[in-house]
């Protein structure tokens, strides 16, 4: 989806939306034997607006995005069932950019726009709920041996800038989830892999005005409320959530703000367990950087992350169990300002 607008004076508004993208849903399976199963999911947003000596505004917006979301079988049997293999795989990407300008020589080129605010550029991305690689209410039961594997990429990128005006940049993503949901039986081996990596950059830029920009990344996990049961006690698990952010404000005269706040878990599950998992590894690292700078303004730079290896989660295995947590944090927040 790709939209653009451009006005000399006046208001310009340019919008890129995308209500709910999906590769299979609503829907289930038995099957007497083997079964292979991949869905791959990817959307693309681009809007661009520009403005002489008015408002800009550029959005991009994901409602939804599923790779597989399953259902209640007509029989209330599980989702998924399977006699004999089963390997079941889903990759999903989202990218969404929106770029925001107003170009004008100084205060004498500003006019005053509809909505009582000067030239102002605004760029926004937003992925409402850009979850789900692989989800739904019921559950995956396999006779013999199973390997699950999702990988969910989301790519997110507003820049905003105002020569004579206010510049504001938002990049928000609601949720993020490699798994979530799902109730799975292995009667066999269990080989179950979810990554999910998250990278959000909001920019913001004023001559003469102020400059706002904000990054948004409320929840990421790489696997929620499930429950996995293994019969094979040497069945491997692993978690990725990896999240990336890089907020920047900058202007000449006016206020500068910057703000990320971000949150990413890797097993996550309030009376969620696994049962029979010999190797269970839980990643979940969150690096942040929030830069604000002016000259002649008020500066401001915040960041606020957190990151979980796993949180909620019962282990039961009667042989060796090999566990591996790791949080990790890397937050800078920098702001400056210089009198001239």
Known sequence: SDSSASVVSGDAKAVADTTSIEGITDSSFDIASDLDMAASVQSTLDSSATSTSGIALSSSLIGAQQGIELIEAASGDDAIEVGGIANISVGSSMSAASVAETVGDGTGNRIQGGDGSW????????????????????????????????????????????????????????ASTGMEDLAVEVGGLGLVSSINQSELDSTASSTTDDAS??????????????????????????????????????????????????ASVGFEGATSSITGAAEITAIASDQGFAESATVAGQSTAMADQSAIGMDGYSINNSSDLQLTALAEVDSTADSSATMV
Do not use: K, R
């Open 119 to 174: 030239s102002t550029a605004i760029a926004d991305d937003h992925l409402g709920l850009g979850s789900g690689d692989l989800g739904g209410i019921l559950g995956i039961d396999v006779a013999s041996d199973a390997s699950i594997s999702s990988s969910l990429a989301s790519s997110l990128s507003a820049d905003a800038s105002a020569d004579a005006g206010v510049a504001v940049s938002n990049a928000a993503l609601n």
């Open 213 to 262: 920009a904000i990054g948004l990344n409320e929840l990421a996990s790489g696997i929620l409320n499930s429950n996995f049961n293994f019969s094979d006690v040497d069945s491997v698990m692993s978690a990725q959530t990896i999240s990336l952010l890089d907020i920047e404000a900058s202007t000449t005269t006016g206020d500068a703000w910057s703000s990320l706040d971000s």
